[in-house]
């Protein structure tokens, strides 16, 4: 017996209506105006992977599903229609099939059908040369292994095994419909979507510019004519935009969230736990950082609890690989991480441990390991990997540090050029699949560390097909574990993520758990 999942006709009658009625007090018009912190390397969405990129991009693109975008926490239970109008998943939980939307237009006039929905994928999973550089996410899609259309508004994407997380990944920020017609190098520069904003300029450095599609399938969406999104690197910059007025939205640091409210005591801010955390990498095929005892040591030095209190305004938290609860479903409870080395409270007695390990490695007071820490040259990032250096000079390490633009940061990671480093994962969904098979399988583009342990893919696969959810729970906490305790990748913080805007902005609604989606600014309106 099939199950369905689709839109009751009296549902959409209620939506219908609900909506109607709403409509009555929005405002179409107007310029919305926010900042974007770094110039974006590219406007391609399934290459890159950093808010730079997805901010100022999603809004020119659909999924098939997403994320209701009326809630502000992303979850596998919150999924709803966007390109595609239903879903059926076969009886043996193999194969999942989408129904199209009829009349969709890309940007520039030609028609959506089933063709872009397999080119997208056949692109992601390398299947067919697109014009792209990379797929940095194509490990999701390993389980995937055929991919067939029927006319024009249906196709199927036939599994390997079940996988039940597998209908979350199409309402990730990151997987948008590309167009089949337009090659993979014009979408860097020229992207066109079906979404309900289209690119009318991007100034490298200066500003990007979006507008109204006036073509957009959903019926008087966008309210919005146009989004201006000045590109602004320095932090105290962007603080002074918003204090002063001249941007509607911002999302200031944990450490400068006072200072807005004190300044703008009329801005409306709430604070998310992003799935954005920060890690420190070391490169296991630059010596010494295959020894597992230096790798251990490092691990052991850092003091989360000041990071915690000095980068994330007290606001971060501490967890391992998946986010932390309860924002998060399957990450480690505080009890869970007391028992793993590094996290304990007595950080003199780690500190200690981390000496004798690095005195068996052949380090000491009279020959310290000489590091480049490097990162990426964000003030964030920049404060954090200060602390890290401080932090590594308790245990007779002494560094340096080493600033990459961030147009070049992905590239330094997925080559593995560097030997210490701090960076930050940032997930756009909550679930184990997507952080496993990305962050750690053997072959993953977006590895940065080149972990390979077969033994841990095999569990990463055992929990992926599990159906028992509470089981499936109970493994994911036991490989997040063992990540932490060999030190693959040790995780810092979790960075609190504020959102602010002025009162006048309408109908946004930021997804709390995850930075990455809720970005279509559809439904926004100034009430100005």
């Known amino acids: 017996m099939k199950r369905t999942h689709a839109l009751s006709q009296s549902l959409v009658l209620i939506v219908t209506i609900s909506l109607a009625t709403a409509a009555v007090a929005q405002k179409p018009g107007g310029v919305l105006r926010r900042a974007n912190d770094e110039n974006p390397p590219t406007a391609s969405l399934h290459e890159e992977g950093l808010s730079v990129v997805s901010t100022p991009f999603a809004p020119l693109f659909n999924n ?69 550089r990379k797929s940095p996410r194509k490990a999701w899609f390993a389980n995937l292994k055929e991919i067939t259309v029927e006319g024009e508004d249906q196709v199927s994407f036939r599994l390997g095994r079940p996988q039940p997380s597998f209908l979350t990944f199409f309402a990730s920020g990151w997987f948008p419909v590309y167009p089949c017609h337009v090659d993979g190098r014009v979408m860097r520069q020229k992207p066109i979507g079906t979404g309900p904003f289209m690119l009318k ?175 990426r040259d964000v003030a964030r990032f920049r404060d954090v990997a200060i602390m890290i250096l401080d932090h590594l000079s308790r245990i007779y390490v002494k560094g340096e540090m080493k600033l990459i633009d961030s147009a070049l940061w992905s590239t330094v990671l997925s080559k593995h050029q560097y030997s210490v480093g701090v960076g930050s994962r940032g997930q756009s969904l909550d679930d184990p699949d997507v952080v496993f098979y990305a962050g750690y399988t053997c072959k993953s583009p977006s590895n940065s560390t080149g972990y390979c342990n077969k033994e841990m893919e095999a569990l990463f696969d055992q929990q992926s097909a599990m159906l028992d959810q509470a089981a499936r729970k109970r493994l994911v906490k036991e490989i997040d574990r063992k990540l932490q305790m060999e030190a693959a990748r040790p995780t810092i913080t979790f960075a609190a993520l504020p959102y602010c805007w002025r009162p006048y902005v309408k109908g946004y609604v930021p997804s709390l758990n995850n930075m990455y989606n809720n970005l279509r600014m559809e439904d926004v309106w100034l009430d100005k």
Not at 92 to 120: E, Y
Not at 339 to 364: C, H, Q, V
């Open 201 to 375: 300029s991007l100034e490298p450095g200066k500003m990007i510019r979006l507008v109204r599609n006036p073509n957009y399938w959903k019926p008087g969406r966008p309210y919005l004519d146009g989004i201006d999104m000045p590109i602004i690197a320095s932090t105290s910059t962007r603080n002074l935009a918003f204090i002063a007025g001249e941007t509607d939205m911002y999302t200031p640091s944990a450490t400068l969230l006072a200072d807005v409210k004190a300044k703008v005591p009329d801005a409306v801010c709430v604070v998310g736990l992003s799935h954005a955390y920060t890690q420190l990498l070391m490169n296991p095929a630059v010596p010494p950082f295959g020894d597992a005892r230096i790798r251990k040591a490092m691990a052991l030095t850092i003091d989360r609890d000041a990071v915690v209190k000095t980068k994330g305004a007290g606001l971060d938290r501490i967890g391992g690989e998946m986010m932390p609860p309860t924002e998060g479903a399957w990450g480690l409870d505080k009890a869970d991480l007391a028992s793993i080395p590094g996290y304990g409270a007595d950080i003199e007695t780690n500190r200690e441990e981390a000496r004798k390990l690095m005195r068996e490695a052949g380090y000491g007071p009279d020959k310290p390991l000489n590091i480049v820490l490097t990162t």
């Open 64 to 132: 098939l599903v997403v994320f209701d975008p009326t809630k502000n926490m992303s979850r596998s239970d919150a999924i709803v229609p966007e390109l595609a109008t239903s879903w059926t998943w076969s009886a043996d939980n193999i194969t999942l099939t989408f129904k199209l939307r009829h009349g969709v237009k890309w940007h520039d006039g030609k028609p959506f059908t089933s063709a872009d929905v397999k080119c997208t994928w056949d692109a992601v999973t390398g299947k067919r040369e697109a014009g792209w």
